[in-house]
Structures are given as structure tokens and as C-alpha cells.
């Protein structure tokens, strides 16, 4: 019986065509090399062990941070990009709610109350308007 079994194994490993490889990148949805950054991560040292979601979350990081470039029109990613990423993503930014980046700036932000009221300032506009608009110059009547 395990002489059977060994050879489906067998079967299996080498039999068939040899399905196409998909990347960790495809698997999470994106663009940014997860490998790459796993690689980097490693050879980096910058500890001495790397887990395996470490690379793809950094990968999914980078690439908000990039989306926030794109929209500033730039082809770079600098630390300004990577706050404006952070702060607007809910659970990203919940998770680094302590964290100071430095040259990051903050959130553009006005208070509310400090704008102005747009709707009492048209109807102000439209009625001021309205009577010297029905009123012509004298001029203006002599040629008609």
C-alpha cells in the first residue's frame, strides 16, 4: 500500500503540464512587487527575522502612498505622500495614530465655522442685483 501511494506522489510532482506561477503581488491586488520588498527587507537587516505579511502590507502602503503622489502630480514618493496615505486611510490611520512623520505637514483641514456662508451671501447677491439690473442708465435708455 505505501508502494502505491509513493507512486501517485510521483505522478503528481511530475506528471502533467506545470501550472503558471502567480505572484504575492497578484494575490493581494497590487502593484507594487511584494517580493521585491521582502528581498530589501531582508537585506536590509533591518531585523532578524522578516514575517510573511510584512512585505505585503508595506507593498499596500506604498502603493496608497503612491495613488496620493499620482494625485499631486508627481512621480516620486516622499514623506508628505506617505502621511497624506496614512491619515486617510481609516484602519492605517488608526493603527499610526502616535506616529510623527518628519517633513510629513499635516492633514488640510479648515473648520467648518470659519468658512463662509454661501447660501445667505447669494440670496444677499441676487436681490441686490435684481432692481439695478431693471433700472438703465441714461444713457443706455436715450439710444434704445
Given at each position: 500500500?505505501?508502494?502505491?501511494?509513493?507512486?501517485?506522489?510521483?505522478?503528481?510532482?511530475?506528471?502533467?503540464?506545470?501550472?503558471?506561477?502567480?505572484?504575492?503581488?497578484?494575490?493581494?491586488?497590487?502593484?507594487?512587487?511584494?517580493?521585491?520588498?521582502?528581498?530589501?527587507?531582508?537585506?536590509?537587516?533591518?531585523?532578524?527575522?522578516?514575517?510573511?505579511?510584512?512585505?505585503?502590507?508595506?507593498a499596500a502602503v506604498l502603493e496608497l502612498a503612491g495613488n496620493a503622489a499620482?494625485?499631486?502630480?508627481?512621480?516620486?514618493?516622499?514623506?508628505?505622500?506617505?502621511?497624506?496615505?496614512?491619515?486617510?486611510?481609516?484602519?492605517?490611520?488608526?493603527?499610526l495614530g502616535g506616529v510623527t512623520i518628519a517633513h510629513g505637514g499635516v492633514?488640510?483641514?479648515?473648520?467648518?465655522?470659519?468658512?463662509?456662508?454661501?447660501?445667505?451671501?447669494?440670496?444677499?447677491?441676487?436681490?441686490?442685483?435684481?432692481?439695478?439690473?431693471?433700472?438703465?442708465?441714461?444713457?443706455?435708455?436715450?439710444?434704445?
Amino acid at each position: 500500500m505505501d508502494a502505491s501511494k509513493g507512486k501517485k506522489f510521483a505522478a503528481k510532482k511530475f506528471g502533467g503540464p506545470r501550472k503558471k506561477s502567480v505572484t504575492r503581488s497578484v494575490k493581494a491586488g497590487l502593484q507594487f512587487p511584494v517580493g521585491r520588498i521582502g528581498r530589501y527587507l531582508k537585506k536590509g537587516r533591518y531585523a532578524k527575522r522578516v514575517g510573511t505579511g510584512a512585505p505585503v502590507y508595506l507593498a499596500a502602503v506604498l502603493e496608497l502612498a503612491g495613488n496620493a503622489a499620482r494625485d499631486n502630480k508627481k512621480s516620486r514618493i516622499v514623506p508628505r505622500h506617505l502621511l497624506l496615505a496614512i491619515r486617510n486611510d481609516q484602519e492605517l490611520g488608526r493603527l499610526l495614530g502616535g506616529v510623527t512623520i518628519a517633513h510629513g505637514g499635516v492633514l488640510p483641514n479648515i473648520n467648518p465655522v470659519l468658512l463662509p456662508k454661501k447660501s445667505v451671501e447669494k440670496a444677499e447677491k441676487v436681490a441686490a442685483k435684481s432692481p439695478k439690473k431693471a433700472a438703465k442708465s441714461p444713457k443706455k435708455a436715450a439710444k434704445a
